[in-house]
């Protein structure tokens, strides 16, 4: 039972590497397309994974940041997410980890609420993206914004590391620290 | 932790030195005098990134002693913010210690950096300038819009003015007072007519038909000849008794034929239909109703 951790191997030469987790395959596979479609400096390399831990291959590279996909229309990713949780370093949350939740915008279909996302994602200190992945216009900006993200959490942009992902990330939604 | 900015200036070191070596190529691949002062530079920036990649060894090794530790929900929070805490002073005191290695004051250095750096700035300049461009367009077709919006509201408003001034022109001051002082007016006026009607119509009667003699009558008693001893009337006061019941009476307007009634006269008006015979009784007469 391996853990993930952040820093286990030495990074590739400009290359940044993404590990998206999530039940819904067809949904990671396309913002993996969109994400490779982006035009970025750095090499970007995007593993797919259902859940943690991963069968362990040496052939993988450093994991440079890690996105939970959470479907709100369906408790069973929602559950999922929440075992990997469990595999995964500590480290990872200093920045190098977020929350994606997908399919807000069919409230009628949300078995999952809302807040309970956000509760997590407070939990764990990190980021938190609502995106539809299915429409492919916000598909792609958050592929954007993933892999800007990800330059970041592997390094590549001077002056900005991945500790301070967290604060500036923080949306007006999360609670106020006084809520702890 | 706060071995990230190390890994991000040595990322930025190999990329431009890659980028470098192939513009150095483009730039002088013919020139001899200068190979020393071109494979200099590129040497420099090499050795420099070998030895950063040294240092990022070393460290990866002291990381991979470090052990592993995984988070439950109830003490995430918690210890995620002391390792927090703990990884920002790191970090900041080691922004703070370290002095900013400059990359060799080169001019091919500079110049492919300045190059990209102008590159990146240039088409993000481009990216705006399209933005704004658009949003402009939009602009000035909502401007257009609501002059337009504006126009017509304008006309609409000046028709309205018109209007309205045309009709406080029609509308006169409505009082009541005035209303009965018109009327009253009125009815004088009507009334005045009526006199005037009727004193003309008492002269033209007196002038053209008087009543008979009285002394013709007296002479004529003898001769057996019926004459009525009563007061004649006048031709005027027959037609008023004849209007006066027409009007207090409408549904008898009949009036009885009497001696006072100068026969001559009520063939006249009867001849000239000026009065009717009752239908049944030949001795009642009444006033055509002219006005019906």
């Avoid at chain 2, 990134?49 to 439950?72: A, H, I, P, R």
């Avoid at chain 2, 370290?98 to 990146?120: A, D, H, S, Y």
Wanted: hydrophobic share 35%.
């Amino acid at each position: 039972m391996s853990v993930l951790r952040p820093l286990d191997k030495q990074p590739g030469l400009n290359t940044a590497t993404i590990l998206l987790v999530g039940t819904e395959d067809a949904l990671l596979q396309q913002l993996a397309d969109s994400m490779l479609k982006e035009d970025c400096a750095s090499e970007l390399r995007v593993h797919l994974a259902r859940s943690l831990p991963l069968p362990s291959s040496a052939n993988r590279p450093r994991i440079d940041l890690i996105v939970f996909v959470v479907n709100l229309h369906s408790k069973y990713s929602l559950r999922n997410v929440e075992e990997s949780l469990h595999h995964v370093d500590a480290t990872f949350f200093l920045g190098k980890a977020a929350f994606l939740a997908t399919g807000a915008g069919r409230e009628s279909h949300c078995s999952v609420h809302r807040n309970t996302i956000v509760k997590l994602a407070h939990t764990y200190r990190s980021p938190l993206f609502f995106c539809d992945l299915e429409i492919e216009d916000f598909r792609a900006t958050m592929a954007q914004r993933l892999v800007r993200v990800l330059q970041i959490c592997a390094g590549h942009v001077p002056g900005v590391s991945a500790l301070n992902l967290p604060s500036l990330l923080r949306s007006s939604e999360t609670p106020a620290p006084e809520d702890l | 932790m706060y071995t990230y900015f190390y890994f991000s200036f040595s990322y930025k070191a190999k990329k431009n030195t890659r980028h470098m070596s192939l513009n150095q190529q483009d730039l002088d691949p013919d020139s001899s005098t200068d190979m020393k002062d071109v494979t200099n530079p590129e040497e420099e920036l090499i050795k420099e990134c070998e030895e950063m990649w040294k240092d990022m060894e070393e460290c990866q090794k002291k990381l991979s002693l470090v052990g592993t530790e995984t988070l439950t929900d109830s003490n995430a929070q918690l210890s995620l913010l002391i390792m927090q805490v703990k990884c920002l002073t790191a970090e900041l005191s080691q922004w703070q210690k370290e002095n900013p290695e400059i990359i060799p004051l080169n001019e091919e250095v500079l110049v492919t950096l300045g190059k990209e750096e102008f590159q990146k700035l240039r088409h993000d300049l481009e990216l705006v300038l399209s933005t704004i461009q658009s949003k402009n367009e939009k602009l000035k077709e909502d401007l257009e819009r609501e002059q337009q919006w504006l126009e017509e509201q304008q006309q609409i408003l000046e028709s309205l003015d018109v209007l309205h001034s045309e009709l406080k022109n029609q509308v006169v001051t409505i009082s009541e007072s005035r209303i009965f002082d018109e009327l009253n007016t009125k009815m004088r006026d009507v009334k005045e007519f009526k006199e005037k009607l009727l004193i003309t119509l008492g002269e033209f009667l007196e002038d053209h038909f008087p009543l008979p003699d009285r002394n013709v009558k007296k002479k004529k008693k003898k001769t057996n000849i019926q004459e009525s001893t009563a007061q004649l009337i006048t031709l005027h006061e027959m037609l008023e008794i004849l209007l006066n019941r027409l009007f207090d009476v409408p549904h008898d307007p009949y009036v009885k034929i009497s001696d006072s009634f100068w026969p001559p006269y009520i063939e006249l008006l009867l001849r000239n239909g000026i009065a009717l015979r009752h239908p049944d009784d030949p001795t009642r007469i009444r006033l055509e109703a002219f006005h019906q």
